[in-house]
């Protein structure tokens, strides 16, 4: 609210203000009152004049004199002081005395201080780029500087005199800071919006506070966060392109797989390799690749090799299923000379050892024997082993990756896979979807592999849009490994260029069209004969035929016989 001009103001709040120095003395002589720029001056502490005799603090004052009189002080220097009388009901009671700087260079060099200190702060006040408006305790506008009139598109003049109330009340903001200072008596932010221009501010009140705690005047700070926001959305959107383009490059590693012999089109296969990327990355031991046989662990797990940062390292690969029983430990850990008889006599170096700094791949991990599976476990626990005839153990420094087609929560039930062990290895589990749930990738593998192989024979075969969808059609239940044989087959042995009709004939002879329902016995023995194809087709030799179709070797070596597919 204004100020009422009828409220009395006292008189010593008057003088306290002063810039001149005055002293109140009695009829006494003594001081009862002397302003805060009188104690500056003479060099007292406030309050610490009061009752000291006045010719203490002026030597040699005379304060019955009215004529103006020039003194010399040791702290003051010299000044001119000027008595007048303190009159009360008439009658004098006291002696109010000023003292001003007696020679006029004072006054000029006090009088260009002043100026000079003036002229900074206003350089201060228009130079700023951050809005600046002083309003007084009512929030009336007092004044504001060059660049709040550019923030907020409006002159000084419109707002000097007036109370920000009214701004805000005809729209030059939508909230005001001084009224916020006003009301909660503390320093206030608030985010503004200016309506005029559309540009958002970030204003901070100040108060300075009358010695009696009212709000004496309230300075607010401007600044412009219009193109922070833009900046930062402009950021938001960087980063999204760069996570766009992350993905991107990801997607042409994956493609790049192909080099590998890996096909990663499809969703499930892609996310299967990203999980391989990520683990390879990071360099994570103990990985176990799930996934049918013919699905492509092993390349998985050079993959993962060669995308680590062991990639200059050894990658070791062992196939426990091939590895005779008796000498798997020999074959892991290693042996020292004379370990055992017919050992060689400088001893050898195991495939745990010859994989140092690389990776170790252990292909068909659920064929490992029962009593290596405790020695596995142990070496893996204690990332140490020891070579057979070894008295000292060496270090395991090298990347697990495990793989199986087997279904090894199965073999646990049957005990004859160690629970423990499979824990360990599945610590980051990759599950290799089979063939049939992604056609689109068969439809990659089948070009690439009719491409290296039309290279490696020197043949130009093509497989046209009918030949295409028998390709995707079919269940390959021997997954990329069957598709790999039936191709390099197809390229081989049929003499037309164009292998539609060929392919077509092959799912043909190995599928159910067109046949009447024989006897049982007929019945399995088609059966049998069309799983051994898919399984010569699909293994390389009679022993992974066993492991496809679940059955011992001379069982396969019979039955082959028997079905006169020996040299099929």
Same mark, same amino acid.
């Given at each position: 609210?204004?100020?009422?001009?009828?409220?009395?103001?006292?008189?010593?709040?008057?003088?306290?203000?002063?810039?001149?120095?005055?002293?109140?003395?009695?009829?006494?002589?003594?001081?009862?009152?002397?302003?805060?720029?009188?104690?500056?001056?003479?060099?007292?502490?406030?309050?610490?004049?009061?009752?000291?005799?006045?010719?203490?603090?002026?030597?040699?004052?005379?304060?019955?004199?009215?004529?103006?009189?020039?003194?010399?002080?040791? +702290?003051?220097?010299?000044?001119?002081?000027?008595?007048?009388?303190?009159?009360?009901?008439?009658?004098?009671?006291? +002696?109010?005395?000023?003292?001003?700087?007696?020679?006029?260079?004072?006054?000029?060099?006090?009088?260009?201080?002043? $100026?000079?200190?003036?002229?900074?702060?206003?350089?201060?006040?228009?130079?700023?780029?951050?809005?600046?408006?002083?309003?007084?305790?009512?929030?009336?506008?007092?004044?504001?500087?060059?660049?709040?009139?550019?923030?907020?598109?409006?002159?000084?003049?419109?707002?000097?005199?007036?109370?920000?109330?009214?701004?805000?009340?005809?729209?030059?903001?939508?909230?005001?800071?001084?009224?916020?200072?006003?009301? $909660?008596?503390?320093?206030?932010?608030?985010?503004?919006?200016?309506?005029?221009?559309?540009? =958002?501010?970030?204003?901070?009140? +100040?108060?300075?506070?009358?010695?009696?705690?009212?709000?004496?005047?309230?300075?607010?700070?401007?600044?412009?966060?219009?193109?922070?926001?833009?900046?930062?959305?402009?950021?938001?959107?960087?980063?999204?392109?760069? %996570?766009?383009?992350?993905?991107?490059?990801?997607?042409?590693?994956?493609?790049?797989?192909?080099?590998?012999?890996?096909?990663?089109?499809?969703?499930?296969?892609? $996310?299967?390799?990203?999980?391989?990327?990520?683990?390879?990355?990071?360099?994570?031991?103990?990985?176990?690749?799930?996934?049918?046989?013919?699905?492509?662990?092993?390349?998985?797990?050079?993959?993962?090799?060669?995308?680590?940062?062991?990639?200059?390292?050894?990658?070791?690969?062992?196939?426990?299923?091939?590895?005779? %029983?008796?000498?798997?430990?020999?074959?892991?850990?290693?042996?020292?000379?004379?370990?055992?008889?017919?050992?060689?006599?400088?001893?050898?170096?195991?495939?745990?050892?010859?994989?140092?700094?690389?990776?170790?791949?252990?292909?068909?991990?659920?064929?490992?024997?029962?009593?290596?599976?405790?020695?596995?476990? $142990?070496?893996?626990?204690?990332?140490?082993?020891?070579?057979?005839?070894?008295?000292?153990?060496? @270090?395991?420094?090298?990347?697990?990756?495990?793989?199986?087609?087997?279904?090894?929560?199965?073999?646990?039930?049957?005990? %004859?896979? @160690?629970?423990?062990?499979?824990?360990?290895?599945?610590?980051?589990?990759? #599950?290799?979807?089979?063939?049939?749930? @992604?056609?689109?990738?068969?439809?990659?593998? +089948? #070009?690439?592999?009719?491409? =290296?192989?039309?290279?490696?024979?020197?043949?130009?075969?093509?497989?046209?849009?009918?030949?295409?969808?028998?390709?995707?059609?079919?269940?390959?239940?021997?997954?990329?490994?069957?598709?790999?044989?039936?191709?390099?087959?197809?390229?081989?042995?049929?003499?037309?260029?164009?292998?539609?009709?060929?392919?077509?004939?092959?799912?043909?002879?190995?599928?159910?069209?067109?046949?009447?329902?024989?006897?049982?016995?007929?019945?399995?023995? @088609?059966? %049998?004969?069309?799983?051994?194809? =898919?399984?010569?087709?699909?293994? #390389?030799?009679?022993?992974?035929?066993?492991?496809?179709?679940?059955?011992?070797?001379?069982?396969?070596?019979?039955?082959?016989?028997?079905?006169?597919?020996?040299?099929?």
């Amino acid at each position: 609210m204004p100020h009422n001009p009828s409220v009395d103001i006292p008189f010593h709040l008057i003088l306290s203000h002063l810039d001149v120095p005055v002293i109140a003395v009695a009829l006494d002589r003594k001081v009862v009152y002397a302003t805060p720029s009188a104690d500056q001056a003479f060099d007292y502490e406030p309050g610490e004049m009061y009752g000291l005799e006045l010719a203490r603090i002026i030597p040699g004052i005379d304060v019955d004199q009215t004529t103006d009189t020039e003194f010399e002080h040791a +702290t003051a220097g010299k000044f001119t002081v000027v008595t007048n009388p303190i009159l009360m009901n008439d009658e004098i009671v006291g +002696t109010l005395i000023s003292v001003h700087p007696s020679n006029e260079e004072s006054g000029v060099t006090q009088t260009k201080e002043y $100026k000079r200190l003036a002229a900074h702060m206003e350089a201060v006040f228009e130079t700023s780029s951050d809005g600046i408006w002083i309003t007084d305790g009512d929030g009336v506008v007092l004044d504001i500087n060059k660049a709040s009139e550019n923030l907020n598109s409006i002159y000084a003049a419109q707002a000097i005199g007036k109370n920000v109330a009214e701004l805000v009340k005809e729209s030059f903001i939508d909230r005001s800071a001084t009224l916020e200072v006003l009301k $909660k008596k503390r320093r206030i932010s608030v985010l503004q919006q200016v309506r005029k221009t559309g540009r =958002q501010l970030i204003v901070t009140g +100040t108060p300075t506070f009358n010695e009696d705690g009212s709000i004496r005047l309230v300075v607010l700070n401007e600044r412009d966060i219009t193109d922070l926001n833009e900046l930062r959305s402009t950021l938001a959107q960087t980063r999204k392109a760069k %996570e766009k383009a992350e993905a991107e490059l990801t997607g042409l590693s994956l493609m790049e797989l192909k080099k590998g012999h890996v096909v990663a089109e499809s969703t499930s296969m892609r $996310k299967a390799m990203e999980t391989a990327q990520k683990l390879a990355k990071f360099e994570t031991s103990e990985i176990l690749l799930m996934g049918e046989s013919g699905t492509g662990k092993g390349l998985l797990a050079k993959f993962i090799h060669d995308t680590s940062p062991r990639r200059d390292k050894p990658f070791i690969q062992v196939n426990c299923a091939t590895l005779p %029983e008796t000498l798997f430990e020999a074959e892991l850990f290693g042996y020292e000379k004379g370990a055992f008889t017919g050992a060689s006599e400088q001893g050898k170096s195991g495939m745990f050892e010859l994989a140092a700094g690389g990776t170790f791949f252990l292909d068909e991990v659920g064929e490992i024997p029962l009593d290596m599976q405790a020695k596995l476990l $142990k070496c893996l626990d204690d990332h140490e082993y020891y070579p057979l005839g070894a008295s000292q153990p060496k @270090r395991v420094n090298c990347i697990i990756v495990a793989a199986t087609n087997r279904n090894l929560k199965a073999l646990v039930e049957h005990k %004859e896979f @160690r629970r423990d062990l499979l824990y360990r290895l599945n610590t980051f589990t990759v #599950n290799i979807p089979p063939l049939r749930q @992604r056609p689109e990738d068969v439809f990659e593998l +089948t #070009n690439h592999y009719l491409n =290296q192989f039309n290279t490696i024979f020197k043949t130009s075969k093509r497989i046209g849009t009918a030949g295409m969808k028998i390709m995707q059609k079919h269940p390959f239940p021997g997954n990329v490994r069957e598709l790999i044989g039936v191709l390099k087959k197809a390229v081989v042995i049929c003499e037309e260029d164009n292998l539609d009709e060929y392919l077509e004939d092959i799912f043909e002879r190995t599928g159910e069209k067109g046949r009447e329902i024989g006897t049982m016995s007929e019945e399995v023995g @088609r059966l %049998e004969r069309k799983m051994l194809r =898919q399984a010569m087709t699909a293994c #390389n030799n009679t022993r992974e035929m066993a492991g496809y179709l679940g059955i011992s070797q001379p069982t396969v070596v019979r039955k082959m016989k028997r079905y006169n597919l020996r040299d099929a």
